[in-house]
């Protein structure tokens, strides 16, 4: 079975700008997590889908947003960008069950640079 | 005080040493996950448990629900071992992430 795949690996985009990241969970994963992990946070949960709903979401701002298509890819937006959001978005993959108390599967994640 | 607390934060051990890793939790939980994130950041899920212990090769993962404790052993270290290893409590549907371990281990 491939892994998690996430795309694009890199980007680099400039304040008040827009990012849409990608996620392709393994097959037969329906429940898609999102997490932020940048230096002085470390890792920090954003939300998790499951059937295209999001089921929980973490503590971040409204710009910062997210979607789940019917084959249960992800995406994962964040609107007018900020120096802070630079950082590696990770996401991960679980079976049916909530992703907390199921194997998670993380994808390579995407860097995200902000200038 | 954060809700995970790891120890220690940067451990440096020769080849064969016998390692443990601390977690600390002050919430109450339903899983605790280890993590291993090798440089590069590919994120490798180790264990989940509940209760008790874990085994794994040379990776061992205990959890004390009662002290709100768990810790993860690698026996025989290699330099093959060496990687940030992440303590994550689920408390309700959401996992909260210790600052991780930075673990070298010298040939």
């Known amino acids: 079975k491939a892994g998690v795949t996430q795309t694009p690996r890199y980007l680099i985009k400039t304040r008040g700008q827009q990012v849409t990241l990608s996620c392709s969970p393994i097959s037969g994963h329906r429940s898609v997590s999102w997490y932020q992990q940048t230096p002085g946070q470390g890792l920090q949960f954003l939300f998790e889908y499951f059937s295209e709903t999001q089921r929980n979401k973490g503590n971040f701002p409204g710009r910062f947003s997210g979607r789940q298509f019917s084959n249960s890819r992800s995406e994962m937006n964040v609107s007018t960008l900020e120096l802070g959001d630079s950082a590696l978005y990770l996401c991960a993959s679980s079976l049916p069950g909530h992703s907390s108390t199921d194997t998670q599967y993380f994808g390579p994640g995407t860097r995200l640079t902000v200038l | 005080k954060n809700e995970v607390e790891q120890s220690p934060q940067n451990l440096t051990a020769q080849e064969g040493e016998f390692i443990t890793i601390n977690c600390s939790y002050s919430v109450g939980i339903s899983a605790l996950h280890w993590l291993q994130q090798h440089p590069g950041g590919g994120i490798v899920s180790l264990f989940m448990?509940?209760?008790g212990k874990k085994k794994h090769g040379r990776l061992i993962a205990t959890i004390n629900i009662q002290e709100k404790h768990s810790s993860l052993h690698i026996t025989a270290s290699h330099p093959r071992d060496s990687a940030v290893y992440i303590c994550a409590v689920a408390s309700g549907s959401r996992l909260t992430f210790g600052e991780g371990t930075q673990l070298t281990v010298n040939p």
């Open positions: 448990l509940s209760s």
